[in-house]
């Protein structure tokens, strides 16, 4: 089969690997139908070194079952799937807690002899725990829709989640991406009243507004703080970090109310998180981490077929699997907000 | 009247000073009655410059009632009162939302011409909102329990509080100091079923099993990490940080469970808190912060009345005013744990 690897920064390359085959009892094989390229698929796009064993790339994906396991029952050849973007066995400690991201059996995919999800095929550990099907055809509309449940729509909104939004919530999402974007639809999916977007590209806060948002700040840093603090009277009581850099951090705590949450979601590109003693004084609660996908796609996926939320709408360019490599580029470049691959 | 000065590390002296008046109509003017030291209040003992400023030491006292300003109606001179460890008028948004360390109008004793709380004396700004009467007589034997409302006792409360302990929770408090204890305290009137508590000093982590701790780990670093995960089964659920150093923090990520709350009331000793991608992908959460005392005092003293607990027991020593040098080096050199001072 076709599949997507990294080589090493921005030298992506779509090329014939083994096609996928049950190994343990509890793997099934799926046949890809909708991809995507996630923006922490950027990070390593960015700045991977040189390797000879690249990285099979992706990790958003559904597909269609082709051959399960002699232990798999939750699934059957046949069925349309959509994949979180971390497998896991979905009975550990951890997965019944609703963390499968921590799954004592899980992992992630496109490294360890495990495909990614850019690729034609995939074998998918632990097919019970991990697959969810999706009660529509193949070649439904809802397709795109469906998909961000596989990450970006569901770790939006463990950023609103964990920073406990609630009816009536004054809240500010830092950064206009699709998680960005995802975070406003969980956030209105949660009851905030106030929704302010920060983000500079118009398209995207366009967007961001027919989502939810009732307010954007293009500014950055000390103006956007303050253009903030002056919409909520003062700060906002929750806020989604949607960026995963320092400075969108520093914002975050810049414009929470004292007492305030924030949660990060982007995944962080930085080594500490700089709260010392001012944030302490402060009473600021930080939270967030790595969505485990699995758990939220059951309370969400009604949303998306009863129409109620489009997050598909994120994406605005399609790119087929040959042609991956322009689909990176186009993100890093700011040039595509989100794109589908279809393998 | 005679007041603690810190002219630079290690030189703490007692001088006379100006009496304290009403300067504002809702002032009150209290009579000292006990006081004593915080741990908070070593760092400036190891680390301070010279000063000819001196700063007024001292935040955690109670004393009696002398005089009152024209609008102040909750207090009346002859009553008993304790001082939450920062004043408020406790009528504010952070002061309604229980968050009176950030009131608009609040502040903390000891700088800008405000007393302190080792002296005989202390000017109260915002006395209604600051005060809370203690039904008690003035020879009281339950004034030191009463005096741990001021500080010690509610920081060890908003560690519990924030990070959400609750009945049948699994609870590493980190530190064997007032706090740590204090938190021990805090979990168990919570109802966290196991605490271990971390802590080598044998005669604290003593008063910690009777305050309520069921384990304790004495080793540190990657050993007690090891002890406390085995323990407690593969990690606490929550983890109260009484210390306030950069390894305390560590410390906690090592033994709290992925998805578990570390809440940090130790004074931060850092300028930022090492959690990067690591704790992202283990979603821990980390709150906490500066205490409100004012917030907690009405719910904890009945705890102190009816002698359900006894927080005054982390007193080990009593000194003069005259004599508080040595008690800042009693506590400094470890050979008392809290040092009540009696004006």
Redesign the interface.
């Known amino acids: 089969m076709r599949a997507t690897l990294l080589y090493q920064a921005g030298d992506v390359r779509v090329e014939d690997v083994d096609d996928p085959k049950i190994q343990n009892p509890t793997d099934a094989v799926i046949r890809t139908v909708l991809a995507c390229v996630c923006g922490s698929d950027l990070w390593p796009y960015k700045s991977a070194p040189r390797t000879d064993n690249p990285r099979h790339m992706g990790h958003e994906f559904l597909g269609v079952v082709e051959d399960i396991g002699s232990e798999v029952t939750t699934v059957k050849p046949g069925d349309l799937v959509v994949v979180p973007f971390t497998y896991s066995d979905n009975t550990c400690?951890?997965c019944r807690?609703g963390?499968q991201?921590?799954c004592v059996h899980g992992g992630p995919w496109g490294v360890g002899g495990i495909d990614g999800g850019q690729g034609q095929a995939a074998r998918i550990p632990y097919a019970d725990g991990t697959l969810i099907t999706l009660p529509v055809a193949e070649d439904s509309e809802l397709l795109p829709d469906l998909l961000t449940l596989s990450d970006v729509l569901c770790t939006g909104y463990h950023a609103a989640h964990?920073a406990g939004v609630a009816p009536g919530d004054t809240v500010t999402v830092i950064g206009d991406g699709a998680v960005g974007l995802s975070a406003v639809i969980a956030a209105k999916l949660r009851g905030a009243e106030r929704i302010v977007l920060m983000g500079r590209h118009t398209a995207r806060t366009d967007l961001g507004r027919e989502f939810g948002a009732t307010d954007v700040v293009a500014d950055r840093g000390e103006d956007g703080v303050a253009a903030v603090r002056e919409l909520t009277g003062?700060g906002a009581d929750r806020v989604l970090e949607c960026v995963g850099l320092e400075a969108a951090l520093v914002q975050a705590a810049g414009v929470v109310r004292?007492?305030g949450v924030i949660s990060?979601v982007g995944?962080?590109q930085?080594?500490?998180?700089?709260?010392?003693?001012g944030?302490?004084?402060?009473?600021?609660?930080?939270?967030?981490?790595?969505a485990?996908s699995r758990a939220y796609i059951p309370e969400l996926m009604p949303h998306i077929l009863n129409g109620d939320i489009h997050p598909g709408r994120v994406f605005d360019r399609t790119v087929d699997l040959d042609d991956v490599a322009e689909g990176y580029r186009l993100m890093n470049d700011r040039e595509a907000l989100k794109v589908l691959v279809r393998p």
């Not at 930085?270 to 003693?277: D, K, M, Q, R, V």
């Not at 302490?280 to 930080?286: D, E, G, P, S």
């Open positions: 400690e951890y807690r963390l991201t921590s964990t003062g004292d007492g990060r995944a962080p930085y080594p500490a998180i700089p709260f010392g003693f944030e302490f004084m402060r009473n600021l609660t930080l939270t967030g981490g790595v485990p």
